[in-house]
Nanobody, 121 residues
Framework: QVQLVESGGGLVQPGGSLRLSCAAS????????MRWYRQAPGKERELVAT???????NYVDSVEGRFTISRDNAKNTVYLQMNSLKPEDTAVYYC???????????????WGQGTQVTVSS
């Protein structure tokens, strides 16, 4: 069983910063890509950032230069450092991990429960 738990969301003023964390726990798995998604009310879920097992990163244009995704493989944790936050960043942020389970070797998508980020003055 693999569980993803996000933390770090909250209320922040425009221009402020926030760091989200997502920790994977369980046994019998390894993690390939990890991603952060977000979903604002009435909008589609949006891919925000991706980090591969090798550390390569990609970002949606709207957060490029402001957000940084990173991971600590020893802790099975992915982070999203969010700087220069804007009201339009307000959303529920979801952690996603491509998980390889053992002994089957199959890849599965796992999701966290989401954490609310609100950017408002």
């Amino acid at each position: 069983q693999v569980q993803l738990v996000e933390s770090g969301g909250g209320l922040v003023q425009p221009g402020g910063s926030l760091r989200l964390s997502c920790a994977a726990s369980g046994s019998g798995f390894s993690i390939n890509d990890m991603r952060w998604y977000r979903q604002a009310p009435g909008k589609e879920r949006e891919l925000v950032a991706t980090i591969t097992s090798g550390g390569s990163t990609n970002y949606v244009d709207s957060v490029e230069g402001r957000f940084t995704i990173s991971r600590d493989n020893a802790k099975n944790t992915v982070y999203l450092q969010m700087n220069s936050l804007k009201p339009e960043d307000t959303a529920v942020y979801y952690c996603n991990a491509q998980v390889r389970t053992w002994p089957s070797g199959r890849f599965l998508d796992c999701w966290g429960q989401g954490t609310q980020v609100t950017v408002s003055s």
